[in-house]
């Protein structure tokens, strides 16, 4: 048996492809299905299924589009119930192959539906694919469906972690959440693991009764991005496979022609978006999160203009929108520094220029997450995390904006997306950029 996983960082996803005697398995792809396919031709092996473990809130499932390019068997949750072909897949009703079987194990609580897939390799349990169930260090959170379900849900997650943790210690956990995922109720750990080594070290089967669980479950839950809503709707209805031929480039005449409704988003590094940009765009360098913060501060899959250097990759770009659903770029801009056009611009700083201007009274924008709050903030500033600052001018109530606004986060990234959106509210922006807000405090 071969287990190939692939990594999609910005979502903190793993999607694993399984060969055992020239047949196959894949569980949960994104849309842009090549990465795949790839690996699948270089393995030399048939397809034979292709398995979801639920209906995913963080991005657009590729396993229709890759079960039909594959010519395999489409194979989800009974309880999902798509409104498109598929095989559903029963509580133990194992399907098998060539001494290759897959018994399905109804695991709700991430969602309801959600089912775990066990691997059994001639009469031996192999591998566990836990998609949101139980993960390394953690579980899936119960909360994406809306907060008046978290807790029945919490409560069915804990019958379903403690279930999985009955199986063989020996059989390897393989979960589609890790780290740097928000569909984690807690921080995860590396990406795989065995039953075993979870029943020593994960907090979520230390738990004594279910009361104890929910409280944990549901404590200290960070926000998730707002295009979540959209997902669980889109892979219940489908959604055709992305078109990825690279945008247009777009000429300083065409953008004249463009539509108000279009939302520049710019991906050049942080240090040329704060040295100019499109009044009003975006500033949200192409980083492995590009799509998830995109997909968190602008309408659900609106047109979209990305502005990027010579240097960087259109095809990371496109395909990070695609993978939550984002399909309308209109265009992409190449040389801005030589557009004939007058720009926008806000300065930056570093720890030192930063602590001398708070010195001036300047006040001070705290952009991170509320969690990250808890580790110190600087006395008197203002506490917003950066996304509750898109789409309105009236979260900073009794901030001057016609006084300069110092803004800070962890490294610069979130604190130059912050000062992007609030420069289109009228404020003036200083952005704290390569530093944070814990190298202030430990400065001042």
């Given at each position: ?172 956990l393989y979960p589609t959440h ?99 940009h499109i009044p009003g765009s ?163």
């Amino acid at each position: 048996m071969i287990i190939e996983s692939v990594r999609t960082e910005g979502l903190g996803d793993s999607t694993y492809i399984l060969a055992h005697d020239g047949l196959g398995l894949i569980v949960d792809p994104q849309r842009d299905i090549d990465r795949f396919t790839s690996i699948v031709e270089t393995l030399g092996i048939e397809i034979r299924w292709v398995f979801e473990t639920h209906l995913h809130n963080d991005y657009v499932s590729g396993a229709r589009d890759i079960s039909n390019a594959l010519d395999a068997e489409l194979v989800l949750p009974a309880g999902a119930a798509p409104a498109y072909r598929h095989r559903p897949a029963f509580h133990r009703e194992e399907l098998v192959a060539n001494g290759l079987s897959i018994r399905p194990l109804h695991t709700p609580g991430h969602t309801p539906e959600h089912v775990s897939y066990l691997v059994i390799i001639d009469g031996h349990e192999e591998a566990l694919f836990s998609g949101g169930s139980l993960l390394v260090g953690s579980s899936g959170r119960s909360d994406l469906l809306g907060i008046e379900r978290a807790e029945t849900l919490a409560r069915l997650q804990y019958q379903s972690v403690n279930r999985l943790a009955q199986l063989p210690d020996q059989v390897g956990l393989y979960p589609t959440h890790g780290a740097g995922s928000f569909c984690t109720a807690s921080s995860a750990a590396r990406e795989t693991s065995t039953i075993g080594d979870e029943k020593r070290s994960n907090p979520v089967l230390q738990h004594a009764d279910a009361e104890s669980f929910v409280v944990a479950q549901l404590s200290g839950l960070v926000p998730f991005p707002a295009y979540y809503r959209y997902m669980g709707p889109t892979n219940l209805q489908g959604r055709p496979a992305p078109d990825l031929t690279p945008p247009p480039v777009l000429s300083r005449d065409r953008f004249d022609e463009l539509d108000s409704s279009v939302t520049v988003v710019d991906a050049r590094p942080k240090a040329a978006f704060a040295a100019g940009h499109i009044p009003g765009s975006l500033g949200m360098e192409l980083r492995d999160d590009f799509g998830v913060w995109v997909g968190w501060v602008t309408e659900f899959n609106s047109p979209l203009l990305l502005v990027v250097d010579p240097g960087q990759s259109i095809d990371e770009a496109q395909r990070q929108l695609a993978r939550i659903g984002y399909d309308r770029i209109v265009g992409v801009v190449i040389d801005l520094p030589a557009w004939d056009i007058e720009l926008s611009s806000f300065p930056v700083h570093d720890v030192d220029s930063f602590t001398a201007r708070m010195a001036e009274q300047v006040p001070v924008l705290d952009v991170r997450a509320p969690n990250e709050w808890d580790s110190g903030v600087i006395a008197g500033s203002h506490l917003r995390y950066v996304p509750d600052l898109a789409g309105t001018g009236a979260v900073l109530q009794g901030i001057d904006p016609d006084r300069p606004l110092l803004i800070g986060c962890e490294t610069g990234y979130r604190a130059s997306l912050a000062a992007s959106l609030l420069q289109r509210e009228g404020y003036e922006p200083e952005v704290l950029s390569g530093a944070g807000i814990p190298d202030v405090l430990n400065a001042i």
